[in-house]
Structure formats: structure tokens, C-alpha cells
């Protein structure tokens, strides 16, 4: 093995030990060994950059933007307590709707965007009524991994793949993903209910309190709620017609976001590019770059190869290692930078005999974002609802969590392996 092979692979998985123990914030850490890459000559400043994937880039920006300007609309806390209003105030259909809420939310706005609007929101129900928050928060967790499998745009490991395979366009992850969420949504709610439901209790005098709050006053601003709705659908549209019109998904996007701020007015501006996560975007582009060396160097190739030697090739063997790999190691490591290792890896396997590569790419997407619900540190979203929960003084531990998701992530994946093997692979 050459010198700048083992080079790449050192810093590769010292990285991913860090990012693994969190003992350094991860964007420090990828954005370092990013550099170290170039710094070290495993590949050049313009191939680092050629590695870096814009859309993914652009498509999370944009969308950020967006949501962030409808969240000052208070939009997302009216439905939050109309969906309240409309379960009459009673913890149990309450978690059931902030559930629907929060994996429909999580496909068309991100899990993560949908985590940071829905949490806050939880806990002010949660007071009201006198409850636990703990059964709400960890299915909200649960629905957002599962919501954000349903489309492109859901989870960040589908916008990834999404973005490296033209083929599979917004309408793709819909038709191929959104059956086997809904399955698994009408799965996990009887469970919710089954599991939690000596904690949801509370008094009819709590009930009452919740039923005469006014969900009209959470509406700040009626006019630019209607200018964000506007923008929001053609958006989606966009997204519904992107490869017809022959333009990327980033492209929409940030059309969407720079209309959106034309029409809310200049000072929304700095306010809106505050708000972006930017140490999101910065941990994207220094894993771009940790896994283009990885490329440059060949490892990628060799891993592809293995993998092909472990399944003869073979299609079927080939898509559930990759749904179950993916699962296992998404629980354990959070997902994006373990999909940003497999994409080029899948890419080699078609340059190697694979014939059929869709159900794979589909494996790959479903144990990635399903697989986040298995632990806490399993994907973003998880982490982010935590740390809320943290600051409101109930802190969510590891093995808390642990002991209501791997147990149902894994029923998940053995669901999605038999949609996998029915629909693409007899």
C-alpha cells in the first residue's frame, strides 16, 4: 500500500474518531482533516474542490433560508397548537398528531429544520398539560428519521445521493421511498401508543387550559406568511419539474430563497443569512473533501471491490449488505459523512459488473436514514432535540433513547428489507 494511501486512511479515520466521540465540534474536525488532505498533497486545491458537491450545498441553503423566513411567520407554532386544539387537548391523539406533523414536516422541510421548530413547540404543550415531554420527544425523533426518508429534500444522506445520481430526480425518492414510510408510520403509531401510555395522563382542568388558547395570535405576520406559502409551493414545483426543465435541485432552491427575500424586503437579508447553519455546510464541505482523498487514492475502489467479491455480484445480496450495513452503521456513527463514504463506493460497483444499481441506491437511502433512529448520536436531528431538551432541564440520555429506537429501527429495517426485495428484486 502506497505511502499517501495509508496517509488518507489515517486521517480519514481519525477524523471519524472524533466526529464519532464528539470531543471536538465536528465541523472543526472535518474542515482540519479537509485541509490536511490538501496540505499533505493527497489531492490538489482544485481537485479538493472539484470533490465538493454544490448542489448538495445550494439545495440546503436555499431550503434553510426559506423555512427559517416562514418560522418568523409563528406558522409552524399555530399548527402545532391547532393540531393540539383538534386532538381536544388529550396527551395521547397530541402525540399522534405532533407526530404526523413532524414526519410530514421532516419530508418537505428537513428533519432537522423540522426538529428545531417542533421541539420548543413540545415542550410548551408538554407544560401545559403536566406530562411527561420524554414519550414526545423520542417519537418526534423517531418521525423525523422516518418523515425525512420520504423525499429528496428530507434527510441530508438522501439530498447527498440524490444529487451524486441524476436519475433519481424529487418525483423518484416519492414513488420509491414515501410507500414504504407511510408503512412503517402506520406500524410505529399503534406502538407509540402501546409504549407510552401510562406516562400520557393528565387533568380535564389541563385539558381546558390547552382547548381556550387562541392559535390565531401565534400569526406575527399575516403578509409575509402569505408571500412565504407562495414561495414555498412554487418550490416545490420546482422540485416536482427540475429535470424537465433541465436545471438541479440547488438551483430551485435558492431561486426560491432569493425571491423569497426580494419579497420580504432587504432587511430580512442578514438576518436570513445569519440563520443558516454554516457549521452544517462547513462539515459538508470537509467530508467532501476527507472522502474525495479516499477517491483520488483508490481506497473507495478497493472497498467496492471487496464488497462485490463478498456478494459474487449479485444484485439482491448486493442491496440488502448495503440496507443492513447502512442501518447498523448510521445508528452508531451519524449517517452523513458514513453516505458520503458509500456513494463513490456504489458508483464503482456499477463500473464493475453490478448491472442494476436502483436498488441499491434505495438500500442505501433507507438503512442511512432509518438507521439514524437506532441511537442518539445516529443523525443530526437526534442530537439537535437532545440539546433542546438539555437547555429546557430534561436532558435525554444515551441509553434512554437507545432502549425505544434501535429495538424499533431495527423492525423498520427488517420491514424496508422486504419492500426492497418485493418491489425490485423477484
Known amino acids: 500500500m502506497e505511502q499517501?494511501?495509508?496517509?488518507?486512511?489515517?486521517?480519514?479515520?481519525?477524523?471519524?474518531?472524533?466526529?464519532?466521540?464528539e470531543k471536538?465540534?465536528?465541523?472543526?474536525?472535518?474542515?482540519?482533516?479537509?485541509?490536511?488532505?490538501?496540505?499533505?498533497?493527497?489531492?490538489?486545491?482544485?481537485?479538493?474542490?472539484?470533490?465538493?458537491?454544490?448542489?448538495?450545498?445550494?439545495?440546503?441553503?436555499?431550503?434553510?433560508?426559506?423555512?427559517?423566513?416562514?418560522?418568523?411567520?409563528?406558522?409552524?407554532?399555530y399548527i402545532a397548537i391547532k393540531a393540539a386544539?383538534?386532538?381536544?387537548?388529550?396527551?395521547?391523539?397530541?402525540?399522534?398528531?405532533?407526530?404526523?406533523?413532524?414526519?410530514?414536516g421532516s419530508a418537505f422541510l428537513d428533519n432537522v429544520t423540522t426538529i428545531l421548530l417542533m421541539i420548543?413547540?413540545?415542550?410548551?404543550?408538554?407544560?401545559?398539560?403536566?406530562?411527561?415531554?420524554?414519550?414526545?420527544?423520542?417519537?418526534?425523533?423517531?418521525?423525523?428519521?422516518?418523515?425525512?426518508?420520504?423525499?429528496?429534500?428530507?434527510?441530508?444522506?438522501n439530498i447527498m445521493i440524490g444529487s451524486a445520481v441524476k436519475e433519481l430526480t424529487f418525483n423518484a425518492f416519492i414513488q420509491n421511498l414515501a410507500p414504504i414510510v407511510i408503512i412503517i408510520l402506520i406500524v410505529y403509531i399503534p406502538l407509540f401508543i402501546l409504549l407510552f401510555r401510562k406516562q400520557l395522563r393528565t387533568t380535564s382542568d389541563?385539558?381546558?387550559?390547552?382547548?381556550?388558547?387562541?392559535?390565531?395570535?401565534?400569526?406575527?405576520?399575516?403578509?409575509?406568511l402569505v408571500k412565504c406559502l407562495v414561495i414555498l409551493g412554487l418550490t416545490m414545483i420546482g422540485f416536482f419539474v427540475h429535470q424537465t426543465l433541465h436545471i438541479e435541485?440547488?438551483?430551485?432552491?435558492?431561486?426560491?430563497?432569493?425571491?423569497?427575500?426580494?419579497?420580504?424586503?432587504?432587511?430580512?437579508?442578514?438576518?436570513?443569512?445569519?440563520?443558516?447553519?454554516?457549521?452544517?455546510?462547513?462539515?459538508?464541505?470537509?467530508?467532501?473533501?476527507?472522502?474525495?482523498?479516499?477517491i483520488e487514492t483508490g481506497v473507495i475502489k478497493s472497498l467496492a471491490e471487496k464488497a462485490i467479491e463478498l456478494t459474487g455480484g449479485n444484485v439482491t445480496s448486493t442491496s440488502m449488505l448495503i440496507l443492513w450495513l447502512s442501518a447498523i452503521a448510521s445508528a452508531f456513527i451519524d449517517n452523513i459523512p458514513?453516505?458520503?463514504?458509500?456513494?463513490?463506493?456504489?458508483?464503482?460497483?456499477?463500473?464493475?459488473g453490478v448491472s442494476n444499481l436502483e436498488p441499491v441506491w434505495w438500500s442505501l437511502a433507507l438503512g442511512a436514514c432509518l438507521g439514524g433512529n437506532g441511537t442518539l448520536i445516529g443523525a443530526s436531528a437526534n442530537l439537535i432535540a437532545a440539546g433542546i431538551a438539555g437547555k429546557e432541564g430534561h436532558p435525554l440520555k444515551f441509553m434512554q433513547f437507545m432502549k425505544y429506537g434501535f429495538p424499533l429501527m431495527i423492525l423498520s429495517v427488517v420491514i424496508a428489507s422486504g419492500y426492497v426485495y418485493l418491489r425490485y428484486l423477484i
Open 24 to 77: 471536538i465540534h465536528r465541523t472543526i474536525v472535518a474542515m482540519i482533516g479537509g485541509v490536511l488532505m490538501v496540505v499533505v498533497g493527497i489531492v490538489s486545491q482544485e481537485k479538493a474542490i472539484h470533490h465538493i458537491d454544490f448542489n448538495t450545498l445550494g439545495l440546503l441553503i436555499g431550503m434553510m433560508i426559506i423555512v427559517n423566513i416562514t418560522a418568523e411567520t409563528g406558522l409552524f407554532n
Open 120 to 157: 420548543p413547540i413540545t415542550f410548551s404543550i408538554t407544560r401545559q398539560l403536566n406530562v411527561k415531554p420524554l414519550p414526545y420527544l423520542i417519537t418526534q425523533i423517531i418521525a423525523s428519521n422516518v418523515g425525512g426518508t420520504a423525499t429528496m429534500i428530507g434527510d441530508p444522506p
Open 206 to 224: 389541563r385539558m381546558e387550559a390547552l382547548m381556550v388558547t387562541d392559535e390565531s395570535i401565534l400569526i406575527r405576520d399575516r403578509t409575509l
Open 338 to 352: 458514513f453516505v458520503a463514504t458509500m456513494i463513490p463506493m456504489i458508483q464503482d460497483m456499477g463500473n464493475m
Open 4 to 21: 499517501q494511501t495509508i496517509l488518507a486512511i489515517g486521517i480519514f479515520l481519525i477524523v471519524y474518531a472524533f466526529i464519532i466521540t
Open 85 to 104: 386544539k383538534m386532538a381536544k387537548g388529550k396527551p395521547v391523539p397530541i402525540l399522534i398528531s405532533l407526530t404526523l406533523i413532524t414526519a410530514i
Open 249 to 294: 435541485s440547488a438551483t430551485v432552491a435558492l431561486a426560491g430563497a432569493f425571491i423569497l427575500l426580494l419579497l420580504a424586503g432587504e432587511h430580512k437579508l442578514e438576518e436570513a443569512l445569519t440563520k443558516v447553519e454554516w457549521t452544517t455546510i462547513f462539515f459538508f464541505v470537509g467530508l467532501f473533501v476527507l472522502v474525495g482523498g479516499l
